[in-house]
């Protein structure tokens, strides 16, 4: 399956997001965090640590992982795993860069059949 089938939507550029740097997209599901790492590697992770709710994506990312920027709980990208002696998980949601655009599932962008509108990374 490519990103182009009805399954993926393109929500932007991958030169939108820094290296080793995050970007947020608002959904009706609530906020998706866009991590891209030194190797251009795309993640999305619920924006939210399940700590204390503090904002990953203002966490330092490091490799393939970002740290919390409250607590400085560390969460693997690819599994939302807390790493280390902190137990939790952040959501994941499947991403992927074709053509150095950035797609998310649709069910992901989607709440109750509701479409994510004009959230795009390149505005």
């Not at 740097?21 to 939210?48: N, Q, S």
């Amino acid at each position: 399956m490519n990103a182009m089938t009805p399954d993926w939507i393109e929500i932007g550029s991958l030169s939108d997001i820094p290296r080793s740097g995050a970007r947020v997209v608002k959904t009706p599901a609530g906020c998706i965090a866009l991590f891209r790492t030194d190797a251009d590697e795309v993640y999305a992770l619920d924006d939210r640590c399940p700590h204390k709710g503090g904002p990953l994506s203002e966490g330092i990312v490091h490799g393939r992982h970002v740290t919390c920027p409250l607590h400085n709980w560390v969460f693997d990208l690819a599994t939302g795993l807390a790493q280390g002696a902190d137990e939790g998980a952040v959501a994941t949601t499947p991403a992927r860069v074709e053509g150095g655009r950035v797609f998310l599932t649709r069910a992901a962008l989607t709440l109750h059949g509701r479409t994510a509108q004009g959230e795009r990374l390149d505005g």
